[in-house]
Antibody, heavy 115, light 107 residues
């Protein structure tokens, strides 16, 4: 069955970087892209960007441009999202989701940014 | 960017009721709309894609429809397990955008 398994919770200081992984199983990663979505505490869902696992094309929301990098490793069926220069308001749960429809989701990774 | 205006922000309904949630797109998105259910502390779950297509395993009590730029999620015969927050997502153009969410409570 399709599964997306994300890496564990992280605690980072302001200005640091975090890299969250999302390992796909039950399907071929290159057949679908991966979206990244985040959810701040008590807030709604915020789409961050998308990567095609086929050709590595990316599309990031403007406000994260220059701070976010999404990559994939097809040899391990894993997608990555790196967010740099972390701020306290980056504290959130980060989710990966499969494909255009976001039909399957990872379990989420809590990233806490605190000095 | 396309804005998705979701309403209501919350609702309370009784077991057996039929409830409707609406998302209005700020411009045309054809049929490129999905719906998700999220329960506290859990990842969102896909319900519907392409406006009205049920995701695998989703019961037929959930249905989606559209009229122009207005999209509706209908939940019939509401059950206690249907509580949670529901979100719409447009995937017609980048950046993708979610509605603000509708919190469904069971009376």
């Amino acid at each position: 069955q399709v599964q997306l398994v994300q890496s564990g919770a992280e605690v980072k200081k302001p200005g640091a970087s975090v890299k969250v992984s999302c390992k796909a199983s039950g399907y071929t990663l290159t057949t679908y892209g991966v979206s990244w979505v985040r959810q701040a505490p008590g807030q709604g869902l915020e789409w961050m960007g998308w990567i095609s696992a086929y050709n590595a094309d990316t599309n990031y929301i403007q406000r994260f441009q220059g701070r976010v990098a999404m990559t994939t490793d097809t040899s391990t069926s894993t997608a990555y999202m790196e967010l740099k220069n972390l701020r306290s308001d980056d504290t959130a749960i980060y989710y990966c989701a499969r494909g255009v429809y976001n039909d399957y989701w990872g379990q989420g990774t809590l990233v806490t940014v605190s000095s | 960017d396309i804005q998705m205006t979701q309403s209501p922000s919350s609702l309370s309904a009784s077991v057996g009721d039929t409830v409707t949630i609406t998302c209005r797109a700020s411009q045309g998105i054809a049929h490129y709309l999905a719906w998700f259910q999220q329960k506290p502390g859990k990842a969102p779950k896909s319900l519907i894609f392409h406006t009205s297509n049920l995701h695998s395993g989703v019961p037929s009590k959930f249905s989606g429809s559209a009229s122009g730029t207005d999209f509706t999620l209908t939940i019939s015969s509401l059950q206690p397990e249907d509580f949670g927050t529901y979100y719409c997502l447009q995937y017609s153009s980048y950046p993708r955008t979610f509605g603000q969410g509708t919190n469904v409570e069971i009376k």
